[in-house]
RNA sequence: GGGGGUGUAGUGUAGCGGCCUAACACGCUGCCCUGUCAAGGCAGAGAUCGCGGGUUCAAAUCCCGUCAUCCCCGCCA
């Protein structure tokens, strides 16, 4: 007898509602446990992983191996002895692909009682990722990119890409990856800086980009990627650089708020509590960030926050208004760019920013220079030519409007909210300093 | 670019001059088990201790070099 739905296939997460019907199941072999001619497999999908009973077919039971890609048919039945009071009596069995050896990294298990180098884990990228713990982290950073789109398209900005093989190196500062483009050398693009704002000129006025960046530091540590993904955006029109703080404001909180209804399992796994963004995030000058530091903890920082330095800045931010971030603002004019836009007060400082999120720096933006002699003299007083930027600075010569934006980095917010030791936990496939596989 | 740490079965660790013929846990193989769920029981396979050199009667263990890797700083998201 044919029963036309059992073509369908159902969901992990879609059984327990099934009670009574035959579903067909696919997935992998996430555990094995034999009782003689009673054999329990529990099958994971994407959804999760549900127990399946296998009874009198231990020859075919037999070829149940972890991590096997199987299809299972079967009936759903209630059990209060099974897990979560549900299972799937099978009937047929089709294993689609069996390992040809045991995995080098263990699935089934939870990371703190099997024990893993990052490196292993990196190693065996694809087969790690399938780990519920390791995989997790990448859902959480998939939907905050679904809802930066998300929540800056509600506010009418338009999703842009712009080139990642670039002429020049467009900022200065980080050293950039050199390719071979026909019979010249190319650039891989440290930051769509110059496009974005090109952008905002060019009519769309508000502009978003989630791509990757590339930075050729030779930065070994727990926070850097070479290759990262960066969300950027930038809005013209602005009045001071405290609109682009407010929009990141209220960015955040639909971020969090949407990861917080849309990742449930997953910040259970890693424990990791949503923060609470408050209606206004405090705004700190970098002077008087430097002398909170020096007061308060004794703590000597010239002229930018180290890393314990922002560390206890965050502290300070949590103890005076409970929250875990803070605006860092007014940067000198040494420290930034030359789009930066300096102060009116104090030209010696820029109307610029770093968000703090407990205790990394996740974000930098500003407002840009958009009065064309200006961003000229700028470019001049850093010992580069204009000549170089014609291709950027040309629009600025019709009507530039104030404008300003700001990027961040979407493997350390994850990381950030997951309490991960290490941002390459919040990448696919990392890229640093020595690892270019897998 | 500067500094520190670590390399021992597939994985994670212990051992840090002789008792190491290298141990433990998970995984793997075979057998037993009809309620397992970090399953259990019995039996077994699997490592020239990253590599090269040196010291020593004796090296996984000490020294030098090398490679790999992790972390910190600078810089940054």
């Given at each position: 007898m044919t029963q036309p739905q059992m073509r369908e296939r159902t969901w992990v997460q879609d059984v327990k509602p099934k009670v009574g019907e035959r579903v067909r199941l696919k997935g992998w072999v996430h555990t094995v446990r034999e009782l003689g001619k009673l054999v329990f497999v529990l099958l994971r999908d994407r959804t999760g992983t549900v127990q399946c009973k296998i009874k009198g077919q231990k020859e075919i039971a037999k070829q149940l191996e972890e991590e096997a890609a199987v299809e299972l048919v079967g009936t759903v039945v209630e059990d209060p002895r099974a897990p979560d009071g549900v299972e799937v009596d099978v009937e047929e069995i089709r294993i689609l692909a069996k390992p040809v050896?045991?995995?080098?990294?263990?699935?089934?298990?939870p990371l703190d009682v099997i024990g893993m180098r990052l490196e292993t884990i990196l190693n065996h990228r694809a087969l790690s990722l399938r780990h519920p713990e390791i995989g997790s982290a990448l859902k959480v950073r998939s939907e905050f990119i679904w809802a930066f789109r998300e929540y800056l398209r509600s506010q009418g900005f338009l999703e842009v890409q712009t080139p990642k093989i670039v002429a020049a190196g467009t900022e200065g500062g980080t050293a950039l990856f050199a390719v071979q483009y026909f019979e010249r050398t190319a650039y891989l693009a440290q930051s769509p800086q110059f496009y974005k704002q090109m952008l905002v000129g060019a009519g769309y006025e508000r502009v978003f980009e989630v791509g990757p960046v590339y930075r050729a530091e030779e930065h070994n540590t727990t926070r850097h990627l070479n290759e990262y993904i960066s969300l950027d955006y930038e809005m013209g029109f602005i009045d001071d650089f405290r609109e682009i703080t407010r929009v990141e404001t209220e960015l955040l909180r639909f971020m969090f708020e949407h990861v917080e209804r849309t990742c449930p399992r997953e910040l259970e796994i890693y424990k990791a509590e949503l923060p609470k963004v408050p209606k206004e995030i405090p705004h700190v000058r970098l002077d008087e960030a430097i002398s909170v530091l020096r007061e308060k903890y004794h703590k000597h920082c010239e002229g930018d926050l180290d890393p314990e330095g922002e560390k206890l800045l965050c502290e300070y931010a949590k103890e005076r208004w409970g929250t875990e971030f803070v605006f860092v603002t007014h940067y000198p004019r040494e420290h930034r760019p030359m789009y930066a836009m300096p102060n009116e007060e104090d030209p010696s400082l820029t109307n610029s920013f770093d968000l703090l999120y407990k205790g990394l720096e996740i974000t930098t933006g500003g407002q840009r220079i958009h009065d064309y002699h200006m961003l000229v003299e700028s470019i001049r007083s850093r010992g580069l030519d204009p000549q170089d930027f014609e291709f950027y600075l040309e629009i600025f010569k019709y009507g530039m409007p104030p404008h300003g934006g700001l990027a961040i980095g979407a493997e350390r917010l994850t990381a950030q909210l997951l309490n991960?030791?290490?941002?390459?936990?919040?990448?696919?496939f990392p890229r640093d300093r020595t690892r270019l596989v897998p």
């Open positions: 050896e045991p995995p080098p990294i263990q699935i089934n298990r991960l030791p290490n941002v390459r936990q919040a990448s696919f």
